[in-house]
């Protein structure tokens, strides 16, 4: 979307109040991105009253008449017509494309130019019983690979170091498109283009296959695996209609930690699904204990209207989902932990990409093939460089390393 105000003659600010447009892209995951996204619409408004509020996104998509209600909000975009947005803008503030200057602000001074999401697809055909992304996203379709390698291509020549493959069902890429599939599309973007590191962000266990791990053994590719669990208890993940058992989760986890070095495994996971009780929750504990991921993102279970999960009995109370999330968070907080002690004093490769001054210093920040978040001190300008760093003390949350 930046890129195309920016093409169109806008230029993009970093602060609200310079703003004549505010464009949230909103997220309807969960009830709480809902009412986050509701109350950023809020403060933008409060903060610039002049400005054209516009939503878009997932939340718009399914909520157009929610959205369009409040009194902040003056124009509602979903998923279906994010293309067109600039035309719909101007056409709601009554401007004229042709009269807006077509200098164009440098796209590195709009975007970050280190690290760029590429979608590779969108939409899910799976349906898990709790989610409401088939509904905001329609069915799976996949961009050709050829322009996929043109847009990492480009993306190469504006500067940036690393792309990271998003979509809602990576794992299914290319069952459209005859003689596609994921690793043939990653093993074209390692050959045709020069991008100097390759991120997958999201599998499911199923989808782990040794075609798939053997192209791990280019260094280009990091080691990070998302995946997500949702459930350690095999009646729960049936329930919320899943493809997996916990045990072909596992296998999965051993097989990637086989064939990949120094991986990170990372995942997603549910709590209080309706039906999950004390003993369900307690696999889920020990499941997540012994698979020692490097971070887990926890969601207590909240309602999606359209879902079929909504109907199901035994909707967990919301104390109980506090409960159980405060218990796990405390074995996730460990293995976290344990997982960047490991690499203290090893020497990694990391990305460069913000930076800040306090105090005279300057402090940067970066991030390693394996997703360790870490922080240097230098008054060089590293930003956007790939520069090795030994990772010294981790300290507050916070891993420090330096760099020769
Ligand atoms: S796989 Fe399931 S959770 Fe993931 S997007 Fe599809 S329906 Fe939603």
Request: hydrophobic share 35%; proline share 4%.
């Amino acid at each position: 979307m930046s890129r195309a105000f920016v093409s169109a003659g806008y230029n993009i600010v970093d602060s609200i109040s310079a703003a004549d447009i505010y464009v949230l892209n909103t997220c309807t995951v969960t009830s709480t991105a809902d009412s986050k996204a509701r109350q950023a619409l809020r403060s933008a408004h409060k903060r610039n009253p002049k400005a054209l509020i516009v939503a878009a996104g997932c939340y718009s998509q399914r909520a157009e008449d929610e959205l369009a209600q409040m009194q902040e909000v003056s124009l509602v975009v979903k998923n279906t017509e994010k293309d067109n947005i600039v035309a719909l803008i101007n056409n709601a503030r009554n401007v004229d494309e042709s009269a807006l200057s077509r200098i164009e602000q440098p796209l590195d001074t709009v975007l970050s130019r280190c690290r760029a999401m590429v979608k590779i697809q969108e939409g899910c055909n799976q349906i898990c019983s709790y989610c409401i992304v088939p509904k905001v996203r329609g069915r799976e379709k996949s961009i050709p690979s050829s322009t996929l390698i043109s847009h990492v291509n480009s993306l190469v020549s504006e500067g940036y170091k690393e792309v990271v493959l998003t979509g809602t069902q990576l794992g299914s890429y290319g069952f459209d498109l005859p003689g596609s599939s994921l690793p043939h599309l990653i093993e074209r973007i390692l050959q045709e283009t020069e991008i100097p590191r390759l991120r997958v962000s999201s599998l499911q266990p199923q989808e782990i296959s040794q075609d798939l791990l053997n192209l791990w053994s280019n260094e280009r590719l990091c080691p990070h695996f998302h995946m997500p669990l949702q459930s350690g208890s095999n009646k729960i993940l049936r329930a919320m209609r899943r493809k997996y058992t916990t045990d072909q989760f596992c296998k999965s986890v051993d097989f990637i930690r086989a064939n990949v070095p120094n991986v990170a495994i990372t995942g997603d996971l549910i709590i209080g699904f309706p039906g999950e009780t004390d003993s369900d929750f307690k696999e889920t504990q020990t499941l997540v204990s012994n698979i020692f991921f490097s971070n887990l993102h926890m969601f207590p279970y909240s309602k999606r209207p359209g879902t079929s999960a909504t109907y199901l009995n035994g909707h967990v109370s919301p104390v109980i989902k506090k409960e159980r999330f405060t218990a796990l968070n405390e074995i996730v907080k460990d293995s976290f932990t344990d997982f960047r002690n490991k690499f203290l004093h090893t020497t990694q490769k990391v990305l460069w990409e913000s930076h800040k001054i306090v105090n005279e210093e300057h402090y940067w920040k970066g991030i390693t093939e394996n997703y360790i978040r870490v922080q240097t001190k230098t008054n060089r300008n590293i930003r956007n460089t790939i520069t090795e760093a030994k990772l010294q003390l981790l300290e507050d949350d916070c891993v420090w390393a330096i760099i020769r």
